[in-house]
């Protein structure tokens, strides 16, 4: 089955709301149109609403880069799906490495995550990769294993369909190190493996699986061109449009 190309573009946290304005129309100007890859901007929470008003008549979509799984309360800080949902989100991180490296989450919180994100009718973008000690250690198969696992535990068929995989090993990740174009496709297919483990050829199938990790318009032909390699998730090249759009449209 062919798989449309995902092509998301991570801010973390960067921009004041006047520079993920001129950002956000940037992209628009420059891959706008696109409709034969799947395009998203997830800026920082603050500017969600401001974003969502400059992409909202184009083919951009919107994400946010986490979420509170609880619904409402006295949880100090955090933003619910309904709150995300409600400023035109379509798409949510969750389970970035940076996530699980500064601020505890753990394959048990990804998953009540992607339960809410998929329960309030949005997107999971679900990040997984291992750390280069992991990797050199030879624990990156199960480490791998142990995320995919944990974070689609209780998930039927049909929200599986819903959600895309971020590989992003976390040795290249902003280091300017990336995977090879092999590197990147051996461990998608790996992943792909593990759906096809729990849910099936057709659900393993369809999953897209983007690679993250120093992706950039020079490299980005490479990669995406890899069997198994669905999309990117982008960070420091999502921050300049035409470095965004050359990953959209790599030459
Ligand atoms: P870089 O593209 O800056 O390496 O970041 C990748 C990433 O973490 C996207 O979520």
Same mark, same amino acid.
């Given at each position: ?7 998301? %573009? #991570? ?19 420059? =891959?706008?149109?696109? *409709?034969?890859?799947? +395009?998203? =901007?997830?800026?920082?929470?603050? #500017?969600? @609403?401001?974003? &969502? ?5 184009? #083919?951009?979509?919107? %994400?946010a880069q986490d979420v509170h799984w609880e619904a409402k309360g006295a949880y100090t800080g955090k933003v619910s799906c309904a709150m995300l949902? @409600? ?9 970035? *490495?940076?996530?699980?490296? &500064?601020?505890?989450?753990? $394959?048990?919180? =990804? #998953?009540?995550?992607?339960? !809410? ?38 998930? *039927? ?7 895309? +995989? ?12 990336? !995977? ?13 493996? +593990?759906?096809?483990?729990? &849910? %099936? ?18 490299? !980005?032909?490479? /990669?995406?061109?890899?069997? $198994?390699? $669905? ?7 999502? /921050?300049?449009?035409? $470095? ?8």
């Open positions: 089955m062919a798989r449309k190309k995902f092509i998301a %573009g #991570n801010w973390k946290m960067n921009t004041t709301v006047e520079e993920a304005c001129a950002l956000a129309k940037g992209v628009v100007d420059t =891959v706008g149109n696109v *409709s034969d890859v799947d +395009i998203a =901007v997830c800026p920082p929470y603050t #500017n969600l @609403s401001a974003v &969502y008003e400059i992409i909202k008549n184009s #083919n951009v979509k919107l %994400g949902k @409600s400023v035109g989100v379509t798409y949510v991180i969750v389970g970035h *490495s940076e996530q699980r490296q &500064y601020f505890g989450e753990t $394959d048990a919180t =990804v #998953n009540k995550k992607v339960k !809410a994100v998929l329960a309030a009718g949005l997107l999971p973008i679900i990040c997984v990769g291992e750390t280069l000690e992991e990797r050199k250690g030879g624990k990156m198969d199960a480490v791998i294993e142990r995320q995919v696992r944990g974070a689609f535990e209780g998930l *039927s068929v049909e929200d599986t369909l819903k959600c895309t +995989i971020a590989y992003e090993p976390v040795w290249a990740i902003g280091t300017g190190e990336t !995977a090879t174009p092999k590197q990147a496709n051996d461990a998608h297919v790996f992943i792909r493996g +593990i759906i096809f483990k729990l &849910y %099936g050829d057709e659900t393993a199938g369809a999953m897209r699986i983007q690679y993250g990790g120093s992706m950039k318009p020079d490299n !980005a032909k490479d /990669l995406l061109g890899q069997k $198994d390699v $669905d999309g990117g998730l982008i960070g420091g090249a999502a /921050l300049k449009a035409t $470095d965004f759009a050359g990953i959209v449209r790599p030459v």
